[in-house]
């Protein structure tokens, strides 16, 4: 269940990755964030208030609070990375915050047998490949780097928050709710100071309100990849869902393969490959 529902997230986070991206080359980052996550929040409120999951209310939801703070941070800061570029070395990097739910599965008593660490290690590399590292090329500048680092272990965090906001599926939907709001005034927040120093909040056409249902997705993919990794967390070792979940690299490759019709390089192409071995062992183990 834990492997199944873990895969789930990578794939839906790969396919939100993929649409948020294709969404961001004529509508700024920011607004795509925004809007999407509004749709989802909407749509979180109507089943919120449909489950009656207001009863759930309680202490874990700081949790959701914290997860919808680190969130956007990290996004904005990853986002920045990749502008500095280059892309080639910022992506696989922000990988690494996987680190971060696995330590705590670690620190909470969890030990992986022997075929489940080499599943780790074997998936970990497949999906930093998978993301086409750069060997050689242009510098890399240090800020790149560490925004990078700093976006990977925000990315980590909301893994271990959201994991932790519920134990129930009302809570859950709960927790994700206030999640969601919580991303929507920070990155409204965000946004507006943005617009104030001169940025452009929408493409120079106005609004696309043609691309409202793309954006929607976005906002849905996101937020079922949330619920389906804190399941998949409650219900087995937090090792072994993050390092499943944080496949969605190879998701978003697979993606622009076959709608852009994008060359996988060799490199990725060996990842995907190794991302699969691992999740086999993964799932053996």
């Not at 929408?202 to 929607?216: I, N, R």
């Not at 499943?244 to 709608?259: Q, W």
């Not at 060799?266 to 991302?275: F, I, M, R, Y």
Request: with cysteine.
């Amino acid at each position: 269940m834990t492997a199944l529902f873990a895969l789930a997230t990578s794939l839906l986070w790969g396919l939100a990755d993929f649409g948020g991206g294709l969404l961001t080359r004529r509508t700024p980052a920011l607004t795509v964030v925004v809007v999407s996550q509004t749709v989802a929040t909407a749509v979180l409120g109507v089943i919120v208030v449909a489950t009656g999951a207001w009863s759930e209310a309680g202490p874990r939801l700081w949790f959701a609070v914290a997860a919808g703070l680190v969130g956007p941070a990290a996004l904005l800061c990853f986002y920045q990375a990749l502008a500095l570029g280059p892309m080639g070395v910022v992506s696989p990097l922000g990988t690494l915050g996987i680190a971060v739910p696995v330590g705590v599965g670690l620190f909470l008593g969890e030990r992986p047998g022997l075929v489940q660490v080499a599943g780790i290690a074997v998936a970990v590399l497949g999906v930093a490949l998978a993301g086409g590292p750069q060997l050689r090329g242009l510098p890399v500048q240090r800020q790149a780097i560490l925004l990078t680092l700093v976006a990977a272990v925000g990315f980590g965090t909301v893994f271990a928050l959201i994991a932790e906001a519920s134990t129930t599926v009302t809570g859950l939907f709960l927790a994700l709710f206030v999640q969601r709001v919580t991303n929507v005034a920070a990155g409204g927040l965000a946004l507006y100071a943005s617009v104030r120093r001169g940025a452009a909040a929408v493409p120079e056409g106005g609004f696309p309100w043609g691309s409202l249902p793309a954006l929607a997705f976005v906002g849905l993919a996101d937020v079922a990849a949330n619920g389906t990794y804190s399941i998949a967390a409650q219900h087995g070792p937090v090792t072994v869902a993050a390092v499943l979940a944080s496949l969605y690299p190879v998701v978003t490759a697979l993606a622009a393969r076959g709608f852009l019709s994008e060359r996988l390089r060799t490199v990725q192409a060996a990842g995907a490959g190794l991302a699969l071995v691992g999740t086999l062992l993964l799932a053996a183990g």
